[in-house]
């Protein structure tokens, strides 16, 4: 049976301090993140979509998972066409999005990127 070892309080302070000092830093970047998106959405949008791309690959490929590294790949050469630089035209997205016709019902026929508005 193994033991816990004993922590001097010199080290649970230490710790206590630095997770108070992680925790409160967490709290402020998610403030900075929601004041970044009121003040610049758009560049917001496309670094977070950058990241959420980028994120997934990069730790796949440090754990080695390269059958995932191939179906992030293949996956994101069939969305390239998929994905100008302007909105959709309504027949394009058809045949990118399937479903599509379907969104505006499940979403409640809202719009909720302002920079999208007609």
């Not at 998610?30 to 791309?53: A, E, N």
Request: proline share 8%; charged share 15%.
């Amino acid at each position: 049976m193994r033991h816990h070892r004993v922590h001097s309080p010199e080290e649970e302070q230490r710790a206590a301090t630095i997770f108070m000092l992680l925790f409160f830093l967490m709290i402020l970047a998610q403030m900075l993140l929601v004041y970044w998106k009121k003040k610049r959405y758009k560049s917001y949008q496309q670094v977070t979509l950058f990241g959420l791309w980028l994120i997934p690959f990069l730790f796949a490929e440090a754990l080695h998972f390269y059958k995932l590294i191939t179906c992030w790949s293949l996956w994101t050469a069939g969305d390239l066409p998929c994905a100008p630089c302007v909105s959709l035209q309504a027949a394009r997205a058809r045949k990118c999005v399937p479903g599509f016709p379907q969104l505006p019902r499940a979403r409640g026929a809202s719009n909720s990127n302002p920079s999208c508005a007609p």
